[in-house]
């Protein structure tokens, strides 16, 4: 079976502080694609990153950072320096075997001033 | 277009009444997906097509619900005799090929039965 797991479902956090996302994925397909979206109040889905299972390298843009590690199957998002404007819920998803993206429920993250 | 644009934004439905939900793609794509985003949820996935064809239709949650995409472009997601339980966002996305190349979603309808 093919899940994603996202335990934290709301964090909270003070303008400038560092915050991570934790994301756990489950799948048995040798390669895939992991993503990260960004779903403020506006509703539309934006997107954050893709990577692909073959490549283990961090990603960093900007104020964004990317963990991923295939033995824990974990695909972690970090926001270093916390903006107001981050606030919002991010989606982690994994491309499933039909094409389609398997979300997990979500975080949401309030950054306050 | 630019983005994948969803139309109606807003829909309120008396219950048993029908809807239709159209997605724009963004054209030249040639995946198309319907996802169904329940309040506080991550979205859901209903249905897949590849250009006219469909080719997944696995997470449509009853026969009341039905999607075409005639011409490879334009989408619509019909329900019919809508229930109480089909209040959500229904979003689109597409995406230029196939897996793994990424996805552009629609801001989505937000479909509410009374």
């Known amino acids: 079976a093919q899940k994603v797991t996202q335990a934290q479902t709301e964090i909270s956090v003070v303008e400038k502080e560092d915050v991570t996302l934790d994301c756990v994925y489950e799948?048995?397909?040798?390669?895939?694609?992991l993503f990260w979206y960004k779903q403020p109040p506006s509703g539309e889905l934006v997107f954050l990153i893709r990577r692909n299972s073959f490549d283990e390298q961090n990603e960093i843009s900007g104020r964004y950072s990317w963990n991923f590690q295939k033995s824990t199957s974990s695909f972690n998002f970090t926001i270093t320096a916390s903006q107001v404007v981050d606030s919002a819920v991010y989606f982690c998803a994994l491309d499933g075997s039909q094409g389609n993206l398997i979300f997990g429920k979500g975080t949401k993250l309030s950054v306050k001033p | 277009g630019a983005g994948v644009s969803q139309s109606p934004r807003y829909k309120v439905a008396k219950r048993g009444q029908d809807v239709a939900l159209r997605c724009d793609p963004i054209?030249?794509?040639?995946?198309l997906f319907w996802y169904q985003q329940a309040l506080g949820q991550g979205p859901e996935f209903l249905t897949y097509?590849?250009?006219?064809?469909?080719?997944?239709k696995s997470g449509l949650p009853s026969d009341r619900f039905f999607a075409e995409r005639p011409e490879g472009s334009v989408s619509t997601l019909k329900i019919q005799r809508t229930q109480q339980e089909d209040s959500a966002v229904y979003l689109c996305a597409s995406s230029l090929l196939d897996r793994g190349y990424g996805y552009t979603f629609g801001s989505g309808t937000r479909l509410t039965v009374v």
């Open positions: 799948t048995r397909d040798t390669t895939y694609y």
């Open positions: 054209s030249g794509h040639v995946s």
């Open positions: 097509f590849q250009n006219e064809a469909q080719l997944d």
